[in-house]
């Protein structure tokens, strides 16, 4: 079965640092990856995602993510944090096999952020 | 353009209650998801409707269900609640649910708390 990992369940950084979040699949193909955000008490909002093509895709709110297909990675950056980055950060994967793929996100455990003065 | 929409935002429930959430989804989307999320489980999903038809179901007892309407409004009903139950319930919606093409995007959540 496909899964997830997010090796860094909280990260602290600076206000003005730079910011690289990770996250690993498994999955015999090449999933469809997302990088979602959620505020507390918030439902999640879409980043950026990465279907196929240019393996450096641009997200919102100066968002940014790498697909490495050899080393089964997402990982999400940000050159320069700001205070209102502060959240919890999802990776997910999805895939376009029918059945039990429809609608269906798998996501990992989530990274929470922590941004200081 | 609205987003997705869930009604109620907050609930509490005793146990052995039941309980409906609902959720509306950007016009024009046809897939409706729900995903539950604990603390202890992360986010986790439930099923997946698609034309009135449930086409995937993660697992989960039998307590859970939902159904979806021809407008694509959805209704997820747990029966029997039990204290486990108390979640983040989130709705999420995209056109055609083939999440290799498409994209889900998330309702606000509803917060059920089981007594």
């Known amino acids: 079965a496909q899964s997830v990992t997010q090796p860094d369940i909280h990260i602290t950084v600076s206000e003005g640092a730079s910011l690289e979040l990770r996250c690993n699949y498994s999955?015999?193909?090449?999933?469809?990856l997302f990088w979602y955000v959620q505020s507390p008490g918030q439902g999640l909002q879409l980043l950026l995602k990465y279907f196929s093509g240019d393996t450096l895709v641009q997200g919102i709110k100066g968002f940014e993510a790498e697909f490495k297909r050899s080393q089964s990675s997402f990982n999400l950056r940000k050159p320069s944090v700001h205070w209102s980055d502060a959240a919890e950060y999802f990776c997910a994967v999805g895939f376009n096999a029918g059945g039990t793929s429809y609608g269906k996100l798998t996501f990992g455990q989530g990274t929470i952020l922590t941004v200081h003065p | 353009k609205a987003g997705v929409t869930q009604t109620p935002r907050y609930l509490i429930k005793t146990r052995g209650q039941q309980v409906t959430l609902s959720c509306s989804p950007i016009?024009?989307?046809?897939?409706v998801s729900w995903y539950q999320q604990t603390p202890g489980q992360g986010l986790q999903f439930l099923f997946e409707y698609f034309s009135e038809t449930q086409r995937n179901k993660g697992n989960f007892p039998g307590r859970f269900s939902g159904r979806q309407f021809s407008n694509s409004r959805s209704e997820m009903n747990v029966s029997t609640l039990e204290l486990g139950d108390s979640a983040l319930y989130l709705c999420?919606?995209?056109?055609?649910?083939?999440?290799?093409?498409?994209?889900?995007?998330f309702g606000p959540g509803t917060r059920l708390t089981v007594l």
């Open positions: 999420a919606s995209s056109r055609e649910g083939r999440l290799g093409l498409d994209t889900q995007y």
């Open positions: 016009s024009g989307h046809r897939s």
């Open positions: 999955y015999g193909a090449t999933p469809y």
